[in-house]
């Protein structure tokens, strides 16, 4: 039972292949800890998602170790690195704690998030949810938190079949957008132990 992270960053990368269209977009991303298995996977899956599609590049890439303060740290400098921000179209991170923090960057370099630049994330975590009411995050995925529900399911289908379950069972990764009405969302989420 677990989640498919190379999907997570493949349906990231979908959504804002799907977004942006054919215009020109260089992307910046915010990896998770060099070296662990959902920044690989997650990195995996975004670029499958923007193979074959030349007018998304990823101009820059920085571990931001999964936190909010590095998340920040490393988008300062991309904003620097990229003409003050100007010749960013998107960000990309591997998780919502370090979107955050980017979102902050961005603000602070007089830019808007959600809008000059995309905010793509994944965790679905409450904090990008309110970011997203509030027009500064365009998408993020969720990393179900909710595995007993289908472990459960298969282990009721073994006890009543004797047919052993699947070797792997793949949560829904569900995207989440400002047409999911965040608030609600962050309504919901805030006191789960994010």
Same mark, same amino acid.
């Given at each position: 039972?677990?989640?498919?992270? *190379?999907? /997570?960053? #493949? *349906?990231?990368?979908?959504?804002?292949?799907?977004?942006?269209?054919?215009?020109?977009?260089?992307?910046? /991303?915010?990896?998770?800890?060099?070296?662990?298995?959902?920044?690989?996977?997650?990195? #995996?899956?975004?670029?499958? &998602?923007?193979?074959?599609?030349?007018?998304?590049?990823?101009?820059?890439?920085?571990?931001? $170790?999964?936190?909010?303060?590095?998340?920040? @740290?490393?988008?300062?400098?991309?904003?620097?690195? !990229?003409?003050?921000?100007?010749?960013?179209? %998107?960000?990309? %991170?591997?998780?919502?704690?370090?979107?955050?923090? =980017?979102?902050?960057?961005?603000? /602070? =370099?007089?830019?808007?998030?959600?809008? $000059?630049?995309? *905010?793509?994330?994944?965790?679905? *975590?409450?904090?990008?949810?309110?970011?997203?009411? /509030?027009?500064? &995050?365009?998408?993020?995925?969720?990393?179900?938190?909710?595995?007993?529900?289908?472990?459960?399911?298969?282990? @009721? &289908?073994?006890?009543?079949?004797?047919?052993?379950?699947?070797?792997?069972?793949?949560?829904?990764?569900?995207?989440?957008?400002?047409?999911?009405?965040?608030?609600?969302?962050? !309504? @919901?989420?805030?006191?789960?132990?994010?």
């Amino acid at each position: 039972m677990t989640s498919d992270l *190379v999907h /997570e960053g #493949k *349906v990231a990368g979908d959504f804002l292949v799907k977004t942006v269209g054919d215009k020109k977009c260089n992307v910046v /991303e915010l990896q998770g800890t060099t070296g662990s298995s959902p920044a690989i996977a997650r990195k #995996k899956g975004f670029e499958e &998602a923007l193979a074959g599609h030349d007018n998304l590049k990823i101009v820059r890439s920085q571990t931001g $170790d999964f936190t909010r303060t590095k998340g920040k @740290e490393v988008m300062e400098s991309f904003l620097k690195a !990229e003409n003050g921000g100007k010749d960013i179209c %998107a960000l990309y %991170a591997h998780n919502d704690d370090m979107a955050v923090g =980017a979102i902050q960057a961005i603000k /602070e =370099a007089g830019l808007k998030p959600g809008k $000059d630049i995309l *905010v793509v994330s994944i965790d679905a *975590v409450p904090d990008i949810f309110k970011a997203m009411s /509030e027009g500064e &995050a365009n998408a993020t995925v969720e990393l179900t938190p909710n595995m007993a529900g289908p472990a459960f399911d298969a282990l @009721e &289908a073994y006890l009543k079949d004797k047919k052993a379950p699947a070797k792997w069972i793949q949560t829904e990764s569900k995207l989440y957008t400002p047409a999911d009405e965040p608030m609600k969302v962050y !309504e @919901e989420k805030k006191g789960q132990g994010y």
